[in-house]
């Protein structure tokens, strides 16, 4: 559907077995072998649907030489402000393409095609709505982009700090954005997320004069989940702290692009 000239994408919930089907739900068939009047049951993990579609959608993105972020985090941490600022910069030098996912509206998906870049809006409400954006709603998202004409792909993903991060979407690098109103311990507490990520943005940080927070404390706990992991202290209000982060993007597109 085109609303306004954003595409709008509708993902089903249980759709074809993918839905709100996790990794991690340990559903794989169990062998049962026999050693003697022993029986063993051994649960194999499966290459689940998802990671087959992410594969897929890889070589999408390789066939066509696309750079694709994935940029996660808990709602309302600043995934949709730091990327109308972000796009912003990258577009100068690079052709800029957004797939936007929300469980309802369209309000990010309106905010992002401001900056010129193409933008696919994913609605992900019928059946009460998925947490994360899956593997297969991205090959659908692609349908409504021009892919010759791209050179980075930005993946908002919808706000939540933990099921984004167990599903592959074929993306080259992922983002954790954390905001620094979120609380120090957040790292420890989720993380899968931390762990997943390439690099993380420490967000909002133009609050900290109103706040009691621990740049410190909270850095380190992110690199105890993963460490050497870049951690970008940023404002998307204000811009501070983008110099680092463009051009950790930068490096990562032209390492790819050439
Ligand atoms: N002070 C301050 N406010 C920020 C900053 N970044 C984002 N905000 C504000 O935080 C609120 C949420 O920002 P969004 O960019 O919409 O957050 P989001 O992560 O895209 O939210 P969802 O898409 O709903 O998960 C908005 O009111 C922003 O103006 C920042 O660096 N500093
Ligand atoms: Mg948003």
Redesign the pocket.
């Known amino acids: 559907m085109l609303l306004d000239g954003i595409h709008r994408i509708k993902a089903r919930h249980h759709k074809d077995g993918h839905g709100h089907q996790h990794p991690h739900d340990g559903d794989g068939p169990v062998e049962t072998r026999t050693r003697g009047t022993r029986e063993i049951k051994v649960v194999r993990r499966v290459l689940d649907a998802n990671e087959i579609m992410a594969r897929a959608n890889r070589r999408v993105f390789a066939d066509h030489k696309i750079f694709v972020l994935n940029l996660m ?12 600022k972000t796009l912003r910069h990258l577009m100068q030098d690079f052709r800029c393409a957004v797939i ?1 996912g ?1 469980i309802c509206t369209t309000q ?1 998906a309106e ?1 992002l095609a401001a900056s010129g870049a193409p933008v696919v809006q994913i609605n992900t409400d019928e059946f009460g709505g998925d947490c994360h954006l899956a593997a297969h709603v991205i090959e659908k998202a692609l349908d409504g982009l021009d892919l010759d004409a791209i050179d980075i792909l930005i993946v ?1 993903n ?3 700090l933990v099921c984004p991060a167990e599903f592959d979407i074929g993306e080259d690098k992922r983002t954790v ?1 954390l ?1 620094v109103t979120e609380g120090e311990d957040k790292p420890l507490k989720y993380p899968l997320m931390f762990r997943e990520c390439d690099a993380a943005l420490l ?5 900290l004069p109103y706040l009691d927070y621990d740049v410190k404390l909270v850095t380190a706990n992110i690199l105890q989940i993963h460490p050497d992991m870049p951690v970008f202290e ?5 811009e501070e702290g983008f110099a680092s982060w463009l051009a950790w993007i930068r490096a990562c597109a032209k390492e790819k692009l050439g």
Request: net charge negative; no cysteine; hydrophobic share 20%.
């Open positions: 985090s808990s709602p309302g941490s600043g995934k949709t402000t730091t990327l109308e936007v929300d990010d905010r908002e919808i706000g939540n954005i905001s967000n909002k940080i133009d609050l940023t404002s998307a209000k204000t």
